[in-house]
């Protein structure tokens, strides 16, 4: 399962607005932004039931009002818990909302992880002792080692004053086995009888946002001093389009408990609520990748947009019928509605469900059926295998119909490696090296790896020969799609001349798809990667020439003014990638 670290901004601001909340027109929680004619919502005044379903019907595409409070989402309780609350409670997600939520809004929530009272120290279990005993939050069992490790160390306030009465805990990522303290009333604390291994320190305190250490890798006998800073907590609000810092396609697959391709049917309204409907959609199963289920037909239940006449649109993006999707369900909380076939909701908003094609479908059956096989097999061993991971990813990245996926998680994986490497001032080589050896000492001592491995400790495990499939992959790659930029920046991280020189035929030679309105985002992005100022100058000078043409006739709704204008910004995106080629080559 993901670590809080991962969670905590699952949704973010994706193009920030700097317009005043305000003088925007509206009461309450939704408003109107004319410098940017859209609705705005104030995520703090809806409850997690209302933000999940606004999510679904506009699949992420809105504009929001964040408001973090100690790094956690704020949102208003569920109804049946709001009555049971004073009227000033803080407005956090409960344990409830976070069940409805989970890793979608990050909460992250310490009621949520329902932990146990801090002890003075925790050590680890030996044979036969009580896995609930206080200050072990792991049911799992952990060996103990000869040789054991240990942390101290101090939380200080603003100013330097100590913390006290501060809950600390340390989480092994190898095993998710988490030891906890409290803060002495000079702000100490100690973990000693540490098993080796990567370490997640953090702290909490109501009322202060406490600094965290992650990945710490701790030797057999290293006691390791560690400093961690606490200021009074303040509400942060960021305004803007929305996107999803998407999971990987890995722990989506890990966290769903069907996983399927299915037809599209039918689709029937069960409950209106404002201008959204909440739907349940006829699936039928082709195949099963993951999880069982009685008969081939399903209700996938999830909300949508209603029409203006009040009826629900149809339909919804993607499901209309008859089309074929990848869907990662899980069992629906909800007890209304169709009884005729077994209830299911999509397990990650932001990638869930997707339409497939002919070819993508055979790719993906393919890819996921050996993941499928993987998951099999660690829970056979009782731990996973970093090498084995990162040739599935590989494998994955090989195939230009499943690329992105693969690419995104081998992408920040490395780039996780990299940081660790410049904060110790070591390379990148001998920084995973370090973590394999903690791995291994960690397994010669008993401890299975049991949890999901570490980005870092995954980018530790690509081999040069890996290294060596990627650059031909991308040598072969006749694209410039997100994936294929992926795979780009990753090559280009161990050749950079043969990244450079493919990027420059694909920018002269491959045309942008017409109904692609990501394109100069991703020019954009491609600057950014490359710190061009120029390319950046261009990109930036793109979008608002796009702007205006999105401007132009803004009387005329007709067909044929929208053929004109998408004539003219097919023109723009091709006569972009122009302009980066001509950029690159005169700067070589």
């Not at 803080?90 to 409830?96: N, Q």
């Amino acid at each position: 399962m993901a670590t809080r670290s991962d969670k905590l901004n699952r949704l973010i601001i994706r193009s920030a607005c700097n317009a005043s909340w305000e003088e925007m027109q509206g009461e309450s929680g939704r408003r109107f932004c004319a410098s940017c004619e859209k609705e705005v919502f104030d995520f703090a005044q809806m409850t997690p039931r209302e933000i999940k379903a606004r999510l679904e019907a506009s699949r992420g595409r809105l504009c929001a009002r964040l408001t973090r409070e100690g790094g956690r989402l704020a949102t208003l309780p569920p109804p049946e818990v709001a009555s049971l609350l004073p009227a000033r409670a803080p407005r956090r997600a409960s344990s409830l909302a976070a069940s409805v939520l989970g890793a979608l809004l990050g909460a992250g929530s310490a009621e949520a992880r329902s932990p146990s009272p801090p002890a003075e120290v925790s050590r680890p279990l030996q044979e036969g002792s009580d896995p609930g005993a206080a200050g072990d939050r792991s049911a799992a069992s952990h060996p103990a080692s000869t040789v054991a490790a240990a942390l101290h160390g101090r939380i200080n306030r603003e100013g330097g004053a100590p913390l006290a009465g501060a809950a600390v805990f340390a989480q092994n990522a190898l095993d998710g086995r988490q030891h906890s303290t409290s803060t002495r009333d000079d702000g100490t604390f100690a973990f000693d009888g540490l098993p080796a291994g990567i370490y997640d320190l953090t702290g909490e305190l109501d009322g202060f946002d406490i600094g965290a250490q992650w990945g710490m890798a701790l030797q057999p006998g290293e006691d390791r001093p560690v400093a961690l800073a606490a200021s009074e907590s303040r509400g942060e609000t960021t305004m803007g389009i929305l996107t999803f810092a998407a999971d990987p396609l890995r722990k989506v697959f890990d966290d769903s408990e069907l996983v399927v391709v299915a037809r599209v049917g039918p689709s029937t309204v069960l409950e209106r609520n404002g201008d959204t409907a909440e739907v349940a959609t006829e699936l039928t199963i082709e195949v099963a990748l993951k999880g069982r289920v009685s008969g081939h037909r399903i209700a996938y239940r999830h909300s949508v947009y209603l029409a203006k006449n009040g009826t629900a649109e149809e339909p919804a993006e993607g499901l209309a019928p008859g089309v074929r999707i990848l869907a990662f369900l899980q069992a629906s909380e909800s007890a209304d509605g169709p009884a005729r076939f077994p209830a299911f909701e999509s397990a990650d908003s932001a990638s869930g469900i997707r339409t497939l094609g002919e070819a993508e479908r055979d790719a993906w059956v393919a890819r996921l059926e050996s993941l499928a096989r993987l998951e099999v097999r660690a829970e056979r061993r009782g731990e996973s295998e970093p090498e084995e991971l990162m040739e599935w990813l590989v494998a994955t990245a090989e195939e230009p119909l499943t690329r992105a996926e693969a690419l995104g998680e081998i992408e920040d994986a490395l780039g996780a490696l990299a940081e660790r490497a410049a904060e110790e001032g070591k390379s990148a080589e001998l920084a995973g090296q370090d973590l394999l050896a903690v791995l291994a000492r960690f397994r010669a001592a008993g401890g299975r790896a049991s949890v999901e491995p570490r980005p870092e400790l995954l980018a530790a495990s690509l081999t040069e020969s890996q290294k060596g499939r990627l650059t031909a992959a991308l040598a072969k790659t006749e694209r410039l799609d997100d994936g294929d930029l992926a795979l780009f920046r990753v090559v280009r991280g161990w050749n950079e001349g043969a990244a450079m020189a493919w990027l420059a035929h694909q920018l002269r030679t491959v045309k942008p798809r017409a109904d692609d309105v990501e394109e100069i985002w991703r020019m954009e992005s491609l600057a950014e990667s490359l710190g061009n100022e120029t390319l950046t100058a261009l990109a930036e000078d793109a979008s608002r020439r796009e702007q205006e043409i999105d401007k132009l006739w803004p009387e005329d709704s007709s067909e044929a003014a929208e053929r004109l204008r998408q004539k003219e910004r097919v023109a723009l995106r091709a006569e972009l990638r122009r302009q980066f080629a001509e950029a690159l080559a005169g700067g070589r």
